[in-house]
């Protein structure tokens, strides 16, 4: 398990973890951030499964195709909340015209 930050001792840190195509992988990985490049469905929900069963606390950044249909266990981590937040993010291609589930409720589904 990653350190405690000096300004929060009494708390464990937060990993930040990476899926996607090893394209986009690359700069996750130029900037520290632990990668499983070009992971499969089955890949990330053991990931998933293993990060939710050992209670880390984990941003995990997944590639949006990695994560349009999500399995039992990143269906269980989007319920739950807290210790494994999910978040979705575009591929290279598609990064100019993307727009987040946020975006599409505030503005109705129009591209903005």
């Known amino acids: ?16 973890i990476a899926a996607g195509s090893s394209a986009l992988m690359d700069g996750f990985r130029l900037a520290g951030i632990e990668v499983l490049p ?3 469905q089955t890949q990330l929900e053991e990931l998933i499964k293993s990060l939710l069963n050992d209670r ?13 249909n999500p399995g039992p266990w990143m269906q269980r981590a989007l319920s739950e909340g807290g210790r494994v937040v999910l978040v979705q993010v575009p591929s290279l291609a598609s990064a100019g015209a993307y727009q987040t589930d946020v975006d599409r409720l505030i503005h109705g589904g129009q591209v903005v």
């Open 1 to 16: 398990m990653p350190y405690a930050s000096t300004l929060t001792p009494h708390r464990p840190a937060t990993r930040i």
């Open 38 to 40: 070009d992971a499969s």
């Open 56 to 68: 880390e606390n984990v941003l995990l950044l997944v590639e949006d195709a990695l994560a349009a």
